[in-house]
């Protein structure tokens, strides 16, 4: 199975802060990563699809990059309605897996 | 409105039976894949089944022998059945798509019907 490892698992940031969250896959995955946004007792959200693309209707200051078995969400200006946890997940293989999951509180 | 309405969920005894449903409304379930995602309480998101369009499914090894995932196209409806219940399948359990063809990642889900496995 793919591993799918992101980090850090938390962190602790302010409004306004820039955000980059890792993801790294056990083996090569292409661009076959999707990137969610999930809140506390709701179900997640599409951010990023193949690892670049901003899902209709995401704020433009969300960001995907990388392919192969490194990638990054970046979050340029971190806004109050953005402190969730969010999940990789690839697409290439089966089983297809998913990040052990990365919160973002407020600092 | 397109969404994902789930039903079925409950508290079921270790050993037993369940079947989950999805109905989706605005789309077709017969679109390019269906799947199920589950999440234990307090836990990241476990990829579990998916459907492909021409009938093709896979599993996770975690539930690989014991769940089925169907579709009825008439009834416009994705179904999980869930068999040999073990407490570690306890989660909340989400139908998700893409809404529309192509599209590798899940931008449609519902809203989650939660299964609790008594041992």
């Known amino acids: 199975d793919i591993q799918m490892t992101q980090s850090p698992p938390a962190l602790s940031a302010s409004v306004g802060d820039r955000v980059t969250i890792t993801c790294r896959a056990s083996q090569s995955i292409r661009t076959s990563l999707a990137w969610y946004q999930q809140k506390p007792g709701r179900a997640p959200k599409l951010l990023i699809y193949m690892a670049s693309n901003l899902q209709s209707g995401v704020p433009s200051r969300f960001s995907g990059s990388g392919s192969g078995t490194e990638f990054t969400l970046t979050i340029s200006s971190l806004q109050p309605d953005d402190f969730a946890t969010f999940y990789c997940q690839q697409c290439e293989i089966f089983p297809w897996t998913f990040g052990q999951g990365t919160k973002v509180e407020i600092k | 409105e397109v969404q994902l309405v789930e039903s079925g969920g409950g508290l079921i005894q270790s050993g037993g039976s369940l079947r989950l449903s999805c109905a989706a409304s605005?789309?077709?379930?017969?679109?390019?894949?269906m799947t199920w995602v589950r999440q234990a309480p307090g836990k990241g998101l476990e990829w579990v089944s998916v459907i492909y369009r021409g009938g093709s499914t896979f599993n996770a090894d975690s539930v690989k022998g014991r769940f089925t995932i169907s579709r009825d196209n008439s009834r416009n409806t994705l179904y999980l059945q869930m068999s040999s219940l073990r407490a570690e399948d306890t989660a909340m359990y989400y139908c998700?798509?893409?809404?529309?063809?192509?599209?590798?990642?899940?931008?449609?889900w519902g809203q989650g019907t939660m299964v609790i496995v008594s041992s």
């Open positions: 605005g789309f077709s379930v017969s679109t390019d894949y």
């Open positions: 998700a798509s893409p809404s529309r063809d192509g599209l590798w990642a899940f931008d449609l």
